[in-house]
């Protein structure tokens, strides 16, 4: 990193959850789709040419290079726990050829940066997987300058819907919020976010919220496919049956109606997510 380090003001805080997807090749099929405009909108006006940006939790880095070419010249600082997941993060912005990002491993629970080091701190899909989601918050609101925003936005599992209605996703759904919480995340994350950001101490949050829908030919393919491999070949997969969550021959059961509820005509998946914007005063 290239900024002077500081204390968190919580220096015992550190990551307690386990990430439960991991970074298999289904995994980063779903992640590197995602762009500002696809998950990111609601943060776009408030960026401007010349600010500086710290993007938490930045997995592959394919938002992380749309926002650098939105701040340029500003900065973009990009961190991740995962070291591996860097390299592809470097390689879409070298790609991009794009001279204004950084990036490094952090922890959310305590940044190595100094308080008002960024105009914006953004997280995106981070929340439900950390241990402490009070404790990010209060981390990314330290780093961030008064007047500056703190945006995080996360799905909420709970909600999610689709059509036609198959008992054995009913299970998936089950299944994941059970591993998910074995880990110490919070699968329904979209729903809390505002209730994490009064307890972290932000007074003037703006609320939205968004959704992805899945019900073309080709959205449905690839949904349903990214899901039926993460469910048997994924750390999650792993994690299931290490943690009593699941059998093999269950997870296949469910791969399999994953696979065959994508083949279906009138197949349609929403995925709702909350979204603050939260200005430091």
């Keep these: 990193m290239t900024h002077a380090s500081a204390p968190s003001a919580h220096p015992a805080a550190h990551e307690t ?9 289904s995994v980063l099929r779903s992640h590197t789709w995602r762009t500002a405009a696809n998950s990111a909108a ?3 006006p408030s960026l401007t040419a010349g600010l500086d940006v710290l993007d938490v939790g930045c997995g592959p880095g394919t938002i992380t290079a749309d926002l650098a070419a939105l701040v340029a010249p500003g900065r973009v600082t990009a961190v991740d726990a995962a070291e591996g997941v860097l390299t592809n993060a470097r390689a879409v912005a070298a790609e991009r050829g794009l001279d204004n990002v950084e990036f490094a491993v952090a922890d959310v629970h305590a940044l190595d940066f100094p308080d008002d080091s960024f105009d914006v701190v953004h997280a995106h899909q981070v929340l439900q997987h950390v241990g402490d989601p009070v404790q990010a ?17 996360d799905s909420d599992y709970g909600a999610f819907t ?3 209605e198959r008992p054995a996703l009913d299970g998936w759904l089950d299944l994941y919020h059970r591993v998910a919480r074995a ?7 979209g729903r809390r976010l505002v209730s994490w950001a009064r307890q972290a101490g932000f007074t ?12 073309t030919p080709d959205e449905r393919a ?7 491999d993460r469910t048997t070949g994924s750390d999650y997969a792993e ?15 469910i791969a399999e109606a994953w696979r065959e509820w994508g083949t279906r005509e009138d197949a349609w998946f929403m995925v709702p997510h909350g979204e603050i914007l939260c200005r430091v005063s």
């Design 137 to 153: 918050l209060r981390e990314m609101r330290r780093v961030c300058r008064p007047g500056g925003v703190v945006a995080a936005r």
């Design 162 to 164: 689709w059509f036609p």
């Design 183 to 189: 880990n110490g995340g919070e699968p329904d994350a």
């Design 239 to 253: 994690l299931a049956v290490s943690g009593g969550h699941a059998t093999r021959a269950e997870l296949t059961s």
């Design 222 to 228: 690839w949904w349903s496919g990214l899901w039926a």
């Design 17 to 25: 959850a386990v990430y439960t997807h991991g970074h298999h090749e």
């Design 204 to 215: 003037e949050i703006t609320t939205t919220a968004a959704t992805w829908c899945f019900a």
């Design 42 to 44: 609601y943060l776009l």
